[in-house]
């Protein structure tokens, strides 16, 4: 079973970038058809899609967080990474990444990282 670990800073200070790390085991992130995720959830608010990086390197971006966004991948450390700019304490939520496998299984989460954005 592939399994996907949140890694980062819990504090980050306004107008810095936050940046996370995702490790996958199990399997790599190239091998055909994983979609890996980045989601989170600001206290008391739904789930919120950031964006995604496929298993080819393409990524996708939720258009409300797209000028703010950048997934990449790691082939030599199987780990992709999520960096968000320009903080604020809106931003303050819990992460997660995220995988699915075409066709139609997942997501399977990890465990979450609590991140709070505070001087």
């Known amino acids: 079973q592939v399994q996907v670990q949140e890694s980062g800073p819990g504090l980050v200070k306004p107008s810095q970038t936050l940046s996370l790390t995702c490790t996958v085991s199990?399997?790599?992130?190239?091998?055909?058809?994983?979609?890996w995720s980045w989601v989170r959830q600001p206290p008391g608010k739904g789930l919120e899609w950031m964006g995604a990086?496929?298993?080819?390197?393409?990524?996708y971006y939720n258009p409300s967080l797209k000028s703010r966004t950048s997934i990449s991948g790691d082939t030599s450390k199987n780990q992709f990474t999520l960096q968000l700019t320009s903080v604020t304490p809106e931003d303050t939520a819990v992460y997660y990444c995220?995988?699915?496998?075409?066709?139609?299984?997942?997501?399977?989460w990890g465990q979450g990282t609590q991140v709070t954005v505070s001087t």
């Open positions: 995220a995988y699915d496998l075409w066709p139609g299984k997942g997501p399977y």
């Open positions: 199990n399997d790599s992130i190239t091998s055909n058809y994983y979609y």
């Open positions: 990086i496929a298993y080819s390197g393409v990524t």
